[in-house]
């Protein structure tokens, strides 16, 4: 998908949103490596401003979770990824008191994918800033978000 094809909108609300036989809300995320493999690129949170890796619900209009993790790339971290593995599910890892209606229980699909563009405008580009962090940097940023740690982890960066 050509930069200039891609929307300069973002996806908001849950109406095409999937969910799980528990009722859980589906969610496709990526790891964003550098081609080197000695960065990855973090974005900000818009809720709590932490750190997090680009990540949303994966809609009913999208084949694979996949293309759901490639349009969250753009919308929220605006880079171009190739998707090189897939890191599997993770489940959530948050405690009941910290789901909220705004932030359901949720079930992660995340794959690693290598940042072939990153564009200067994207879609949340002022909602959200970006970093490209090393692994301990990283690690250190997304200490209190155990599912994206574990997505950290599983990924073929190098340590």
């Keep these: 998908m050509a930069a200039h094809q891609l929307p300069m909108e973002a996806r908001t609300g849950r109406s095409n949103q999937r969910y799980g036989s528990q009722g859980e809300r589906l969610v496709a995320g990526i790891v964003p490596l550098s081609s080197d493999k000695y960065y990855v690129l973090l974005i900000q949170s818009t809720r709590r401003g932490g750190w997090v890796l680009p990540k949303g619900g994966w809609e009913t209009d999208e084949a694979t979770a996949q293309d759901a993790a490639k349009r969250e790339a753009w919308e929220e971290a ?81 340590r």
């Design 78 to 158: 605006g880079i171009i990824c190739k998707i090189t593995y897939d890191l599997g599910l993770i489940p959530e890892k948050r405690k009941p008191e910290q789901l909220t209606a705004q932030a359901p229980k949720a079930a992660y699909h995340f794959f690693e994918g290598t940042v072939e563009k990153q564009e200067a405008q994207w879609p949340e580009m002022h909602k959200r800033a970006r970093q490209w962090m090393t692994f301990s940097q990283a690690t250190q940023a997304l200490a209190d978000r155990p599912e994206l740690l574990d997505a950290l982890n599983r990924c073929t960066m190098h």
